[in-house]
């Protein structure tokens, strides 16, 4: 399996609501990346885990809350969220360092805050 | 973190060569890539070449690095249609950070 799904596809929620993305790889990866994606512009890291440790937070408002509950799995809960977090929220994953460092990503959570 | 410039648009015709152009900040860089993005979709990584390297070829693609003026292009031989996307230069930062380019949109022309 070379691939990382990321589910929903597509996200509607409200300021209030309390919504989670999920994302998933079984290439025995062990770093895992959460990126924003505005339209017209390059992803940008939000947060890496590396070994389902959190080390890298790119000063992420606290709305955003990652968690890696296992080797394989990676989510991003989301609350109170604004209007400007709309976005495609993209998953990533990777070898650790010592390697090339590429990352297989997967296809998105297009996210609508409304 | 570090600024990696692209220009916006190229526009080709189908059969022509593409060739995209990358230029980056960090010397010290050891990893550089390209990734394409179709619309709504994830990055697929295309290609990546290592600091040591002035080019490397895989199939269609042809990546050249000028470390000097810290310059990297990537070229598509024989564009297809189904080549158009967005491509993404990006450099490696550290042992986990990868910094992405503002993209180039290919436009293949039928």
């Known amino acids: 399996d070379t691939e990382v799904t990321q589910t929903p596809k597509h996200l509607v929620m409200g300021m209030t609501n309390k919504k989670s993305l999920k994302c998933e790889q079984h290439?025995?990866?062990?770093?895992m990346y959460w990126y924003k994606q505005k339209a017209k512009k390059p992803p940008e890291l939000m947060f890496v885990y590396s070994y389902e440790k959190l080390s890298i937070n790119e000063s992420v408002p606290s709305r955003f809350s990652p968690e890696c509950p296992n080797s394989s799995l990676l989510n991003l809960h989301l609350h109170a969220l604004q209007p400007e977090d709309s976005a495609l929220y993209l998953c990533?994953?990777?070898?650790?360092?010592?390697?090339?460092?590429?990352?297989?990503f997967g296809p998105g959570t297009r996210l609508t805050v409304l | 973190g570090e600024d990696v410039e692209q220009s916006l648009f190229l526009s080709v015709r189908e059969g022509d060569s593409s060739v995209i152009n990358c230029t980056y900040t960090?010397?010290?860089?050891?990893?550089l890539y390209w990734y394409k993005q179709e619309p709504g979709a994830g990055l697929q990584l295309l290609t990546y070449i290592f600091s040591n390297m002035d080019m490397k070829q895989d199939q269609r693609l042809t990546v050249l690095l000028n470390k000097k003026d810290k310059h990297l292009s990537l070229r598509i031989a024989d564009t297809q249609t189904g080549d158009s996307a967005i491509y993404f230069c990006a450099e490696r930062e550290g042992y986990q950070k990868v910094t992405f380019g503002i993209g180039t949109k290919l436009q293949v022309i039928p």
């Open positions: 990533a994953s990777g070898q650790q360092s010592g390697s090339t460092n590429e990352q297989f």
């Open positions: 960090d010397s010290s860089s050891t990893y």
């Open positions: 290439m025995g990866h062990r770093a």
